[in-house]
């Protein structure tokens, strides 16, 4: 049996009874870094399959001993990550597009160019790479849904190996990022690869409920504690005994959770409301945020020993737009996994997608890629997903960028620049503005649409002088001239 080629080299089968084709095929990915393993035969492909690791094949519709569909079904049998390039005849484009049904990543037709075998094996090789990449994640984590935290860009290899070097540990852990790039996830990971993942893993939004709830719901309480507490409750903590309690949004906890949540992290231990003894529990807390908490604390709204607490071990999700290389990737995994739901078949992303979806900025991260290509699967109706099918993301694109005097409190031309703290703070105010005025004035309404809690956003209005009767009554769409206030 022929040793496995190192770890470093990509495994290529190259199979075609053209043994002069397959000889040149074979010097040009030799001379790409890739191992090359050539069979003439389909019977030898696949015992070579059962016997090695394989990252992509390339495999000829037409062979002496086999039909090429039989070979692609039986490698994907005993392969299903292996990515399938079928090389075909002019005749038999029909037969292509059956044996991309039938699971083959892609074909070229005979002849072809030397730059187009080896864009598609490189595009083969990534996807084969993220499959097995699922498959082990699956795996190790005895998970029939979808694993976390997936992609080959170094920035996301970077957190998982810091997520796989603390989670035997029970040291606190912050996750900070973007929203939508997977902060849950990467706590739901921390958990069933720590020494705690038979016990529960319990998730709480603290920006989604009020101040007095919260603590209610954090802690528990007794009954009569307050009205409608007609019985017990063990809470959140309690709940997460032995496990894992993910705290997101942790910069949104009033003053008195952080307090009771300092005392829970010092001395694991905690008082239900209402009741006048403490209880011991046993929980690792991992926490996460989309604001700077240094900031905060600099602000007086955060308290810097709580900060400090959770800032053990700090991990940072990168957006997507620094994990380009991850972006066709994903976004193919996601158009599977959509139209497996739905029992359709998946598109492929034409060059000219991948492109725009490389473009775009995903403000949204990798939360607004899922949604925007479920949309394509359900709406496009196509075997390959072209720009056409993604029209937001290409207008979005075709919009001038806005100059630099179109930034709120950042000047154009030669002037000089204000602080980033100040054009920050210029930038907020003219947000609460904005939001306050589609809002008509609605402090409920324009928090929802901020993402943030209504006794927040109050204090963010007085803090920049913004009064809601300024909005009473402002049109949706109409100009904003809010009437400056003294904080």
Sequence with gaps: MTPEPPVQQPHVLLVDDDLQLAELMSMRMTSRGYHV???????GALRRLAQERVDAMVLDLRLEDMDGMDVLRAAR??????????LTAHGSIETAVQAMQEGAYGFLTKPFHDHELMQKLTHALERSRLRREVAELRLRMGESGEPLLLGISEAISRVREVIARIAPTDATVLLTGESGTGKELAARML??????????????????????????????????????AVREREGLFGAANGGTLFLDEIGEASPSVQVKLLRVLQEQRLT????????????????????????????????QDLYFRLHVVPIELPPLRERLEDIPLLAQLFLERTANRYGLRPP??????????QRYGWPGNVRELIHEMEAAVLLAGADELQ?????????????????????PGVPGGTEALPSLREARDAFERAYLAEAMRRSSGSVSAAARMAGRNRSDFYDLLKRHGLSAADFKGTPEGGPTRPTPREP
């Design 272 to 303: 239900r409301v209402g009741a006048d003894v403490e209880e011991s529990v046993d929980v690792r807390v991992v926490a996460a945020t989309n604001r700077d908490l240094a900031e905060e604390v600099a602000a007086k709204r955060f308290r």
């Design 37 to 43: 393993t050539v069979e003439s035969e389909g019977r």
């Design 387 to 407: 720009p056409r099918h993604v029209p937001r993301l290409g207008q979005a694109l075709e919009r001038p960028p806005a100059g630099s005097a179109q930034l």
């Design 191 to 228: 958990h069933v690869l720590s020494r705690r993942n038979t016990e529960r893993f319990v998730a709480v939004n603290c920006g989604a409920l009020p101040p007095e709830l919260l603590e209610s719901e954090l802690f528990g309480h007794v009954k009569g504690a307050f009205s409608g």
């Design 348 to 357: 492929r992303l034409a060059p000219a997608t991948v492109e725009l979806l």
């Design 77 to 86: 049998q005993c392969a299903p990550e292996l990515s399938v390039i079928m």
